[in-house]
């Protein structure tokens, strides 16, 4: 370890420029030359490749649009990430580290990112010798999260896309919300004063007893493990790790958890990253949110410890899935100008990708993409997605290699003997500019490229057109026509396109209508009519607010004032209708008393509204009994209990 230089002793982060753009295209004397069906889909797709290769289609051709974050000129990018999820309909929502600041863009379809790589842009001449274009000024971040003015070089979203977590210098770690733009905890090591960078944050899985763990690791070459949701009795200098991982001899640049084992009895596992050559393994099982600091857990964590042979500046995590050669976790790691894939459990190296870089590599990502060529089908009838990985350094470069060989559980056997994978080359492009982050959106749709200089420029893919699909002839229609003026009325709305929901009117009741011209007696008899109780209801309650009730009720002959009386006989004894016909009966009996004696079949209503109104008291009269004599019980047995 004594060989290594520290962090504090390594160079800048500076490299020369260029004035043009150059592409890995066929020659003798390029050993890394593209291949022409990948560089034709790249150029098509995200504008990386020649010029004469790209889409004329404005339709289908990709966007693209580059800007400066606020800190620009006095800050590089650290670092890009994009949210693990998006609303349904909406792009995924960027985070970009510059500075003493988080910046948020694109997480809607109104966003000034999104209206940017919406419009169409005629052809410009500065994309001839620039991957970065015309510096675009309408585009502002949605959000900016301030971090009370310490540099930030690393952020990390949780699983719900909205808690950020961020790495600053002083050894310092911000919780915080991105909507609020709110810092909702602080955690600050033990190396305050000797200011020691965070370089690498991120969440732990999440695990059964529901607990929210963060890991933080910087240039003290401690991996720390915080519970976000521990003990909030103190702040700052005063909350400790739940645990402290030493063994690293510079400074850890980045780290990655990944799960290990079947559904139901999974394992955590952390892999570090450092400047000290060396990849470390960390068992992350049976965390206690009471032990404190590396005196509490003696035992050593550190499973295996890998060689990369130069210092590692990125690393990633390939999962398995249901078709991968391997079945457990994979890593990839970047460091100098090579590339590594490790077996963590074996602790070997499965391939070593010699990615011709010049100058450091500074990022890495895997991307999928479709084809959409028509042979390009399983034998499902389903489109073949292809893993490629895309590297970019200090040098500007940004290098294309395959990694299908990793999903191929064909040649698994065969390379598992002979421990040797081979991820070949496809394309490249050489950019002006130092590059110093590299991302692509989960559902890879833009690509984001940072550079040293504070310039992003986000490519966006385009649209995907199914081949072999035969499209309607579009014709201009006569004026006068009925095609004319209905032109458009079949068009289906962009993504970028607000759509206006046109709710049909709602049809009125015949005793809505009455209501709206003030018959009250005429909405009260078609209410009636319907035989709907909850309507009738409804009615009479609506007359009550009008103060319209007596209005409703008085003037009736026979007719129609048999079946009010009859609806008020039978359902005021309902306790969901009782109180509304206590009022209605009480108006009644006022109204028409002087009339009793002149019709039969009224009185013989009033009778069965006074033998259910009867019936009715005697009820309550004897639960009201029957309370008291529980009250009794109940009031002599809790003496009894005291007594005793």
């Not at 035992?299 to 391997?326: K, W, Y």
């Not at 460091?335 to 450091?360: E, N, R, Y």
Request: hydrophobic share 35%; net charge positive.
């Amino acid at each position: 370890m004594s060989n290594f230089n520290s962090a504090s002793n390594l160079k800048s982060l500076h490299a020369a420029t260029t004035k043009s753009v150059a592409f890995a295209t066929s020659s003798k004397s390029n050993p890394t030359e593209s291949l022409p069906d990948e560089q034709k889909w790249w150029t098509n797709k995200f504008r990386l490749g020649p010029r004469a290769l790209m889409s004329k289609k404005k339709s289908t051709s990709a966007t693209s649009t580059t800007f400066q974050t606020p800190t620009a000129g006095s800050a590089h990018i650290s670092h890009v990430t994009f949210s693990p999820n998006a609303i349904k309909g909406h792009p995924y929502q960027m985070a970009i580290v510059s500075g003493p600041r988080v910046c948020l863009y694109g997480g809607t379809v109104t966003s000034s990112l999104a209206r940017a790589l919406s419009r169409t842009k005629p052809d410009e001449e500065e994309e001839q010798t620039s991957l970065f274009g015309t510096e675009d000024k309408s585009v502002k971040p949605d959000r900016t999260v301030a971090l009370g003015g310490h540099p930030s070089h690393h952020v990390a979203y949780h699983r719900d896309g909205r808690l950020l977590v961020v790495g600053c210098d002083h050894g310092i770690v911000k919780i915080c919300d991105g909507q609020s733009r709110a810092t909702l905890r602080t955690f600050t090591t033990h190396s305050m004063k000797a200011g020691f960078p965070i370089r690498s944050v991120g969440w732990m899985p999440e695990t059964k007893k529901g607990q929210k763990l963060i890991w933080s690791a910087g240039d003290d070459a401690i991996l720390r493990i915080w519970d976000l949701s521990g003990d909030f009795s103190g702040v700052g200098d005063t909350v400790k790790p739940i645990v402290s991982m030493k063994g690293h001899g510079d400074a850890i640049r980045c780290a990655a958890a990944y799960k290990l084992g079947e559904r139901g009895d999974q394992k955590i596992r952390l892999v570090t990253g450092s400047y000290d050559h060396s990849i470390r393994v960390w068992d992350c099982d049976s965390l206690k949110v009471g032990m404190m600091g590396f005196s509490d857990d003696t035992r050593d964590r550190c499973q295996s410890v890998m060689d990369h042979g130069a210092p590692v500046e990125c690393l990633i995590v390939v999962n398995p899935t249901a078709t991968s050669a391997f079945k457990t976790p994979l890593i990839l790691s970047a460091g100098g100008t090579t590339v590594k894939l490790w077996d963590p459990q074996l602790g070997t190296c499965l391939s070593i990708v010699q990615t011709k870089h010049s100058k450091t590599i500074t990022s890495i990502c895997i991307a999928s993409m479709i084809r959409g060529d028509s042979d390009e089908f399983d034998s499902d009838g389903k489109k073949i997605t292809c893993k490629r990985l895309i590297t970019a350094g200090l040098d500007g470069l940004i290098r294309i290699h395959s990694v299908d060989e990793l999903y191929d559980s064909d040649i698994s056997n065969e390379n598992k003997a002979k421990k040797a994978i081979h991820l070949p080359y496809l394309h490249g492009v050489k950019t002006s500019l130092p590059i110093t982050a590299l991302a692509m959106s989960p559902d890879c749709t833009r690509l984001v490229v940072g550079t040293s200089t504070g310039f992003v420029t986000v490519r966006q893919r385009a649209k995907y057109v199914p081949q072999g699909v035969k499209r309607k002839s579009v014709y201009a229609p006569k004026a006068g026509t009925y095609s004319f003026f209905m032109r458009g009325a079949s068009a289906e709305a962009d993504a970028d396109d607000h759509v206006v929901m046109l709710q049909k009117k709602k049809k009125l009741r015949k005793y809505d209508t009455m209501l709206q011209k003030f018959r009250y007696g005429d909405a009260l008899d078609e209410a009636l009519a319907s035989r709907d109780p909850k309507a009738i209801i409804a009615v009479l309650e609506e007359l009550g607010r009008r103060r319209a009730l007596v209005i409703a009720l008085s003037n009736r002959d026979e007719e129609s004032l048999e079946p009010l009386l009859a609806f008020t006989a039978s359902f005021i004894s309902n306790p969901k209708f009782t109180p509304v016909l206590i009022g209605v009966a009480n108006q009644l009996c006022g109204i028409y008393s002087n009339v009793f004696g002149q019709s039969d079949t009224i009185d013989e209503y009033f009778k069965k509204l006074h033998v259910h109104v009867k019936n009715e008291c005697n009820t309550q009269s004897v639960l009201n009994h029957l309370i008291g004599q529980i009250d009794a019980v109940m009031y002599a047995a809790e003496v009894d209990g005291n007594d005793e």
